[in-house]
């Protein structure tokens, strides 16, 4: 650089700083990255043949490529024919045929809840708005603590908290049996200040893949009414842990039937890869119908003031497939098609750890449910598998199992094995 060029540098940085100072924004620091986003950036950019991103949870076919469901493209092709059908504002609450049938779909048709009329659903910004929406509404009506999982959805701290309300953690994950640390989460929920607010994710547990069995979640809806507790379920991925929708309601199907009154946020995102659709619903279940009625008005109030009215689009899609017998079936067909994928994967993924003869134990692999596997993988063998094998996945070691098909499982494997012997 010349000497010249220099002083134009130096002059410019000046008059920056200059400006910054004198700017309304100069107290506002730069905002670290999403880390899940940040990671999708990175192995993007990279230009490596066969780089392996794991870190995003969206699912991948077996060419790892975005799988847009043929019964998605089936009700996508009926609406855009459709001349009745208008780009006029939905109602604040969305478009009923999608928030009852939503409510259906994790309730169960014959839920003591359904039939008697005591639940209300709001159509919301896909399930990271259900959350917000219930956030928000807990806050104004039913301020607490809430608990959530220790590790849990990162997003969830940061939702609850900027809907101001405080947020603890109880345990979850115990890394020496890598599984469920089940009785200390019990004993959480028993000390937990009365009245405090949990959240519980019903199926297929981000980031863990580790749910509760039938007998724990028994264990688990006691301790909470015996603390006055009120629960809140994230259900984002009902059908994507056991490719069976009422099998991964059972939870919250479960507590409905005990008398709980409960919110549940519901997403599409997963189950009908409906992602930047931002289809979801939030649904909560009272003691009255007229309750019901209340709290909707209240929800329509809150939705209102942030997002004014939910979009179409995606609310359609889901309302003609789960309002239709015959989309319906497809639709099972299709989302078994993802889970069962997923879980071959895993099978040939601890099968390939195990022929390489990858020091540890592998089983949680295939014992873990859903779109993630907690490998136990350390920050630093993260950092490695980064820098040196071009696989991205979060630094707690989850992988996203829809991000492995079968031409770069082994790729993977022995990229594990070298970190796990040698970091
Ligand atoms: C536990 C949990 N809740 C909610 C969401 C929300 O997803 P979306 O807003 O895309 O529906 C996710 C997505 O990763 C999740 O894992």
């Known amino acids: 650089m010349t000497i010249t060029e220099r002083i134009h540098q130096l002059a410019v940085q000046l008059t920056h700083a200059n400006a910054s100072e004198q ?3 100069h107290n506002v620091p730069l905002a670290p990255p999403d880390a899940i986003l940040n990671l999708n950036t990175l192995s993007k950019a990279d230009p490596y043949p066969t780089k392996i991103n794991v870190g995003v949870g969206a699912y991948r076919d077996e ?20 001349a009745s059908l208008d780009h006029e504002y939905l109602p604040i609450d969305g478009l009923r045929k999608f928030t009852d049938a939503s409510a259906k779909l994790i309730l169960g048709k014959t839920s003591p809840a359904i039939v008697e009329n005591r ?13 917000r929406l219930g956030a928000d509404f807990l806050n104004r009506f039913r301020k607490a603590t809430v608990y959530v999982s220790n590790p849990t959805w990162g ?8 809907a101001g309300l405080p947020v603890q953690t109880y345990p979850y994950w115990d890394p020496d049996v890598r599984g469920l640390a089940f009785q200390a989460m019990i004993d959480e929920i028993q000390e937990a200040p009365k009245g405090s607010i949990f959240v519980l994710h019903p199926c297929a547990h981000n980031p863990t893949g580790v749910d509760p069995t039938a007998d724990q979640w028994r264990q688990i809806a006691d301790a909470i009414r015996h603390g006055e507790h009120f629960p809140f379920f994230d259900c984002a991925y009902q059908g994507f842990a056991s490719g069976d929708l009422d099998r991964d309601a059972a939870a919250v199907r479960y507590f ?14 997963k189950n009908m890869g409906l992602y930047g659709e931002r289809t979801g619903c939030l649904t909560v279940v009272t003691k009255t119908p007229e309750l019901a009625l209340n709290v909707r008005s209240q929800m329509c109030k809150l939705s209102r003031a942030s997002i004014s009215n939910p979009p179409a ?18 639709w099972k067909g299709q989302l078994k098609v993802m889970a069962d994928r997923i879980i071959h994967m895993r099978e040939v993924l601890f099968e390939t750890l195990t022929e390489l003869k990858t020091p540890g134990t592998w089983n949680h692999i295939v014992d873990q449910i859903g779109m993630f596997t907690f490998t136990g993988l350390n920050a630093a ?19 996203s199992m829809a991000g492995l098909n079968s031409g770069n499982i082994r790729i993977f494997a022995e990229a ?8």
């Open 313 to 330: 689009f995606g609310a359609r899609i889901v309302s003609m497939v789960l309002n239709d017998e015959q989309l319906f079936t497809e």
């Open 256 to 269: 409905v039937e005990q008398g709980f009154e409960l919110l549940v946020a519901q997403s599409y995102s």
């Open 119 to 131: 639940f209300a659903g709001i159509q919301t910004i896909s399930g990271s708005g259900a959350v």
């Open 381 to 399: 063998q993260v950092k490695v598998l980064r820098d040196k094998h071009h696989i991205y996945m979060t630094d707690n070691g989850r992988i």
């Open 416 to 423: 594990v094995d070298d970190v796990v012997r040698h970091v």
């Open 155 to 162: 997003n969830h701290h940061d939702i609850f908290r900027d």
């Open 63 to 82: 060419d790892g490529k975005p799988w847009v469901l043929p019964v998605v493209k089936k009700a996508e092709s009926v609406i855009v024919n459709d």
């Open 23 to 25: 700017s309304v924004f």
